[in-house]
């Protein structure tokens, strides 16, 4: 099972890359995880936000590799715990699909993006940075794929 990360936005600051970059290394062997950043829809006096979205949209919905189990992060989804999290990844191995999980720009996932999703996950009830999202998500599933290999990590 590979992972794949479909993100809004690019070039995210210098410690955020050097975080998922350790994420990333350290998953390459449970779950290899892929980085896909796509363009933030143009924004600014004059333009159409929803226009800005729906091509946000379009673009995640383009980079959802073909059978791949589609997880949006969404602050009303689902809210799971670390454990919850891990138990959720053994059911996603067996079912034997892929992941695209999906994360929003600063307006957050088009309708398109959200409408696509076989789930919906919370991270909280906080607001958090769309760049820093990616990090958190990268180092929960280290945690989780951590706790399924009895790996010392995680020692909740």
Do not use: C
């Amino acid at each position: 099972m590979r992972a794949r990360l479909i993100s809004v936005g690019e070039r995210m600051p210098g410690w955020v890359a050097e975080g998922f970059a350790e994420y990333h290394k350290r998953l390459s062997r449970e779950l290899p995880l892929e980085l896909v950043e796509l363009k933030l829809g143009e924004r600014g006096k004059g333009r159409d936000l929803q226009r800005a979205l729906d091509d946000e949209g379009a673009a995640m919905l383009a980079a959802i590799p073909r059978g791949s189990q589609v997880i949006a992060l969404d602050g009303r989804g689902k809210t799971w715990s670390s454990e919850e999290l891990a138990a959720q990844l053994a059911q996603w191995r067996m079912a034997g699909r892929d992941l695209a999980f999906l994360i929003g720009g600063p307006d957050g996932l088009a309708a398109s993006a959200l409408a696509r999703a076989d789930q919906r996950f919370s991270l909280g009830a906080l607001t958090l940075p769309h760049m820093l999202v990616r990090l958190i998500l990268a180092e929960q599933l280290y945690r989780a794929t951590s706790l399924l290999s009895n790996h010392p990590y995680h020692r909740a």
